[in-house]
C-alpha cells in the first residue's frame, strides 16, 4: 500500500496524515443490527444464562405456561417460534429494547472516538499533547497570559495542526547528518513565533580546476556547506524580523544540532501580498447575507491554509472555496490569476471581499 506525501519547495516530503485510511478500530455501526441482538436475547432465542461455575451462556429457550397459568422459561427450547410477541413495535419491552440499542449504539460510538486519540492525524489538544510528550516535542507558548488579571487571561498556545506537523517531524531530529527535515523540524523549534520553515542548499560543480556556482539558492555570495533557513512569523503577514531570524540562527547553529560543515543562514520568506474578491450568482429562497458570510469564511480559511512557504493560491482552489449551497456560479475577480509562489516566498491574503452579482 502506498500514500502521498506533502511535497514541498524544498524537495523535503512527509506523509500527508490525512491521505491515510481510517484505522480498523473505527466499524460502521448498525442500529438495527444491536436491536435485533437484544430482541433476539428477549425473546427467548438467545437468553443469556449462567452455568455452575458462574459463566454466561446463551442457550436456546422458550416460553412455557404451566397449569397454573404462570408463564416461565425452559431450556433448551424446542419451539422456534416462541415468544415472538416482541416483535410488535407496540409491546413496552419493544420499546425498551430499541433504547437499549440506541444506548449501546452511542457507547461504541464514544469508544471508537477515544481510539482514534492515540493516532497522530485524529489526536486533539491533550491527547495531541501525550502524542507530542513520546518525541520530547512540547507544545509552544504562544502567550504567556496574565494569572493576576482580572478576570485572569489564560495562555495562548500553539494550535493542534502545526504541533501536530512538529510531532511529525520529530524522527527527523534524531540524524546528524543535517537533513532538510532535521532543519526544519529544529528551525520551528527554536522559538513559538516561527510559523514554517523551508530549506535550500547551493549547487556546485567542478570543470577542471575551477568550481562553478550552478544555483545560488537565493544567497548572497554563497559557499560550500551554506544552508539557505527561510523563515516566516506568526506575526503580521509573515515577514520575519531579524531579531527572530537571530533566534533561528543561533539556535541552528549549536552544537548539538549542526553538522560540522554546515553553515546555516537564516532569512526572510519574501512574502507576495493578493487579495480576494468573489462575485456570487445566487439561487433564490436562502438567505443572502447568510451565503455571503459561510462563504467569506471558507475563502478565509483557504488563504490561511495557502499561508505557508511554497503554497501557491489557485483560482480553482478560491472557485471551489466559494461554492457552497446556495450559490449558483461564482466570478472571481482578483486575483486575476493563480498566485504563484517559490519555496522562499509565502502567499499573504490581505483583504477578502464577497458580494453579491448585480443583476
Not at 496524515?17 to 427467548?44: A, H, M, N, W, Y
Not at 408463564?71 to 419491552?93: C, I, M, T, W
Not at 547551493?202 to 544552508?227: H, M, S, W
Request: hydrophobic residues 40%; glycine residues 6%.
Amino acid at each position: 500500500m502506498s500514500y502521498k506525501a506533502t511535497i514541498t519547495g524544498n524537495d523535503f516530503a512527509a506523509i500527508l496524515l490525512e491521505e491515510l485510511p481510517p484505522p480498523t478500530v473505527v466499524e460502521q455501526l448498525d442500529f438495527e443490527q444491536i436491536r435485533k441482538q437484544i430482541i433476539d436475547r428477549l425473546s427467548g432465542r438467545q437468553p443469556l444464562l449462567f452455568d455452575a461455575y458462574k459463566q454466561p451462556v446463551f442457550m436456546d429457550a422458550e416460553l412455557v405456561t404451566g397449569d397454573n397459568g404462570e408463564q416461565y422459561f425452559k431450556v433448551p427450547a424446542n419451539d422456534l417460534g416462541a415468544l415472538l410477541y416482541l416483535d410488535r413495535e407496540s409491546h413496552p419491552f419493544t420499546r425498551w429494547a430499541n433504547t437499549a440499542a440506541y444506548i449501546a449504539m452511542t457507547q461504541q460510538q464514544k469508544f471508537q472516538l477515544r481510539s482514534l486519540a492515540v493516532f497522530l492525524q485524529y489526536a486533539q489538544d491533550a491527547d495531541l499533547d501525550g502524542l507530542g510528550a513520546l518525541f520530547n516535542v512540547k507544545r509552544h507558548i504562544l502567550d504567556p497570559g496574565d494569572p493576576d488579571a482580572t478576570p485572569p487571561v489564560a495562555p495562548t498556545y500553539e494550535d493542534n495542526q502545526s504541533f501536530r506537523r512538529r510531532i511529525q517531524l520529530a524522527p527527523e531530529a534524531i540524524t546528524t547528518a543535517g537533513s532538510r527535515g532535521s532543519y526544519i523540524f529544529h528551525a520551528l523549534s527554536a522559538d513559538a513565533l516561527v510559523k514554517d520553515a523551508a530549506v535550500d542548499r547551493p549547487e556546485f560543480t567542478r570543470n577542471g580546476a575551477n568550481i562553478v556556482l550552478d544555483y545560488d539558492a537565493g544567497l548572497t555570495n554563497p559557499q560550500f556547506g551554506d544552508v539557505a533557513i527561510t523563515v516566516m512569523s506568526r506575526e503580521g503577514n509573515g515577514a520575519a524580523d531579524q531579531t527572530l531570524l537571530d533566534t533561528v540562527a543561533t539556535y541552528l547553529n549549536a552544537e548539538k544540532i549542526r553538522p560540522g560543515n554546515d553553515r546555516p543562514r537564516t532569512r526572510s520568506a519574501e512574502i507576495i501580498e493578493y487579495t480576494m474578491e468573489v462575485e456570487l450568482t445566487m439561487y433564490d429562497g436562502p438567505d443572502k447575507a447568510v451565503v455571503i458570510a459561510e462563504a467569506q469564511k471558507r475563502l478565509q480559511a483557504y488563504a490561511d491554509q495557502m499561508h505557508a512557504i511554497g503554497n501557491s493560491v489557485r483560482r480553482a482552489k478560491i472557485d471551489n472555496a466559494a461554492a457552497i449551497a446556495g450559490v449558483e456560479n461564482s466570478n472571481i475577480i482578483s486575483p486575476s490569476a493563480d498566485v504563484m509562489i517559490s519555496n522562499r516566498q509565502a502567499a499573504y491574503c490581505t483583504n477578502i471581499v464577497v458580494r453579491e452579482a448585480s443583476a
